[in-house]
C-alpha cells in the first residue's frame, strides 16, 4: 500500500518542458566551459613553469653580448676583421686535421660549411627578420645552379654574367611565389612554400631540357683572376672557391645587416612581432613581405650559382626537401634573427655530421639527439637576439603565457 501510495503521489513522468530542457543545456555547456577553464589553466601553468625553469637556468651568451654592445666601434670591427683573417686561414692543412680528420677540410669548407651559412643568411632575412616560414628555400637554390648550367653550357655566358642574371633571376622567382602565397598564413604559407620547392625539383626530373634525372654536366668553372693560386679554378683544389664563396658571404652579410637597420628592418620586425599591429600602423605589409621573399630568395639563387660552377655536374637529387628543412634547423638552433648566431647555427649544422663521420650511421643520431637537447634548454638558439632572449625569459614572446594572465586564469 505504501509504494502505491508513493506513485500515486508523484507526478506522471512525460516529456521535459522547454524551461526544463534549457536549463539542461545550459547545465552542460557550463560544465563544458568549465573543463576548458581547467585544461588552459593548467597549460597556462605549465607554461608559466617552463618559463621560470628557463629563467633559472645559466646565461651564458648574456654577458658576452652586453660586454660586445660596451665596446666602442673601431673594437668591434677590429674583431670583425680578426673573424674574416681567421676564416681566410681556415683551409691550412694542421685545422683539417683537427677539425675532419676523416674528410678532405677545404672540400667542406666550400660544401657544406659555406654553401650552408650562405643559404641561412637568405634564409633568416625571410624567417628570422620577416617571421615568414618558408619549408621550399631549396627552390631558389635549385633555380640558381639551373641558371648557371643552362646558360653555361648552352648559351657560354662567363661566370661573372650569370651570377647577378640568376640572382635577378631568383629575385623574380621570389616575387612571382609571394604575390599568390603571401596572402597565407602560418601553416597555410609552410604548406604553399613546401609545395613550391618540390615542384621545382619534380619539374627539372621530368623536364627534357634539364636533363631530366641525368641533369647537365660539363658546367664551366669560374675564370681565373690573375696569375695567383688562390684564384686559379680547377677540379683538384676547392680552395679557390671557399675564397669565392667567403666573399659573397661577406657582402651578404654586409647588405643584409644595412637592411636590418634600415626602414625595411623595422618594417620587417614589426610584421615579424604582429603583422596586423603594423598594418594599423601603416605599415604595407604585403609589399614588405614581398621584398623579403625576393631578397632571400636572391641569395639562394647565388649560392646555387656557386654550387654548379665548383662541382661541374648537377642533377635533380642535389636539391632535395631534406637541404631546406636542415638549413631552416640552423636558423633556429643559432638565433632566428640573430646574424651572428645563424652563422653559428650553419657551420654546426653542416660541420658536426662530417667530425663524427667515424661513427657511421651513429653520427645521424647524435646530431639529431644534440638538436632535440637544445631545443629543450635553450628554445631561443645559441646567440640570439636580445628581444627574443629577454622575451621567452620572460614569458612574453609567442608560445609563452605572461605571469599576470596565469594568476588571472588561476582566480577564476
Known sequence: MRVLKRSAASPPEGPAGPDQAGTDREGRLERARS?????????????AAAVAWRARLPDLTGPVARAW??????????????????????????????????????????????IFVLLAVGLNVVVGQAGILDLGYVAFFAIGGY??????????????IILPTAVALCAVSGLVLGTPALRLRGDYLAIVTLGFGEIIRISATNASWT????????????????????????????????????ALIVVVIFVARRLERSRVGRAWAAIREDEDAAALMGVPTFRF?????????????GAGVMFSAKNIAITPDNFPLLLSILV?????????????????????????????????????????????????????GLLPSRRRRSSLRTGTGAGAAPTAVVEQEEKT
Do not use: C
Open 35 to 47: 573543463r576548458v577553464g581547467s585544461v588552459k589553466g593548467r597549460l597556462a601553468r605549465r607554461r
Open 69 to 114: 654592445h660596451r665596446l666602442p666601434r673601431w673594437s668591434q670591427w677590429l674583431v670583425r676583421l680578426g673573424i674574416i683573417v681567421l676564416a681566410v686561414l681556415a683551409p691550412a692543412d694542421w685545422v683539417g686535421q683537427i677539425m675532419a680528420p676523416a674528410s678532405d677540410w677545404k672540400t667542406l669548407l666550400f660544401y657544406p660549411i659555406g
Open 147 to 160: 641558371t648557371m648550367a643552362l646558360l653555361g653550357v648552352n648559351v657560354g655566358l662567363d661566370f661573372w
Open 211 to 246: 636533363g631530366g634525372p641525368r641533369g647537365i654536366a660539363g658546367i664551366p668553372h669560374p675564370p681565373d683572376i690573375g696569375n695567383l693560386n688562390a684564384f686559379t679554378y680547377g677540379v683538384l683544389d676547392p680552395s679557390p672557391y671557399y675564397y669565392l664563396v667567403l
Open 289 to 301: 613581405k614581398l621584398w623579403a621573399f625576393a631578397i632571400g630568395g636572391s641569395i639562394g639563387g
Open 328 to 380: 631552416l634547423s640552423a636558423v633556429v638552433l643559432g638565433g632566428s634573427g640573430n646574424l651572428p648566431g645563424v652563422i653559428l647555427g650553419a657551420f654546426l649544422v653542416a660541420w658536426l655530421p662530417e667530425r663524427f663521420r667515424g661513427l657511421a650511421d651513429y653520427r645521424v643520431l647524435i646530431f639529431g639527439a644534440a638538436l632535440v637537447i637544445m631545443m629543450i634548454f635553450r628554445p631561443e
